[in-house]
């Protein structure tokens, strides 16, 4: 999932820290000052990542109100309703977002991150594609500790879809970082079992099978 993050200049050690605790979550940050090439145009660049971003959070810091820059990206996140996250270090939402409640911040970025996780997990510009990402990042896992860590977030939210809970199934059977770790054997049966839908009966033995539940 990509998130657009805005902040002045002078605050860029701030941005590049948040950017970097992102990543390691396996978002997609766009950080001006680290992703635009020194050749390209600015503004195209700016507007390109705006519509392409999932999430756009302004890092709100002293005098982040007073800029043209950062007062353009909050005025074309809004226009395209692209979901917002104020994250609050001194200064309160301005302009167009002052309706939304700022997130504030920690220095623990382990706990930042947690947080706006879970507004990205609820709301609904975002629940569906969230979820999908959560699958697809477990789809991927190469190690037990990586798949114990997906499957802490996943399993922390409910309304999953049938073909996201078939692809949780899928990859599952297919994938042996997942079938042979202890915490998604103790774990995914009984997740799935909590999303009722009409599965196939073989696929969802086949499952419980690799899981060791049969």
């Not at 990402?133 to 999953?160: A, M």
């Not at 042979?180 to 196939?200: M, W």
Request: aromatic letters at 10%; charged letters at 30%; proline letters at 4%.
């Amino acid at each position: 999932m990509k998130i657009f993050l805005s902040y002045l200049t002078e605050h860029k050690k701030t941005a590049g820290k948040i950017r970097l605790s992102l990543i390691l979550k396996r978002f997609e940050p766009f950080l001006a000052h680290d992703d635009i090439e020194p050749t390209a145009e600015w503004t195209v660049s700016i507007i390109q990542n705006l519509k392409d971003c999932d999430v756009f959070i302004p890092i709100l810091t002293q005098g982040f109100e007073n800029s043209k820059w950062t007062n353009q990206e909050i005025g074309m996140a809004y226009a395209l309703d692209k979901l917002i996250i104020p994250l609050k270090i001194e200064s309160d939402p301005p302009a167009f977002i002052s309706r939304y409640q700022a997130l504030k911040y920690v220095d623990n970025h382990e706990v930042l991150i947690g947080k706006i996780i879970d507004i990205i997990a609820e709301r609904p510009q975002t629940a569906v594609k969230f979820r999908d990402f959560i699958i697809q990042r477990l789809e991927k896992s190469n190690t037990y500790s990586d798949t114990e860590k997906i499957i802490g977030i996943l399993t922390k939210y409910e309304k999953y879809s049938m073909p996201q809970i078939l692809k949780l199934i899928e990859c599952s059977i297919s994938n042996s970082q997942i079938y042979d770790c202890f915490k998604a054997k103790e774990e995914l049966p009984a997740f799935v079992t909590k999303h009722l839908y009409t599965i196939d009966q073989s696929i969802v033995d086949k499952f419980k099978k690799k899981m060791g539940r049969r």
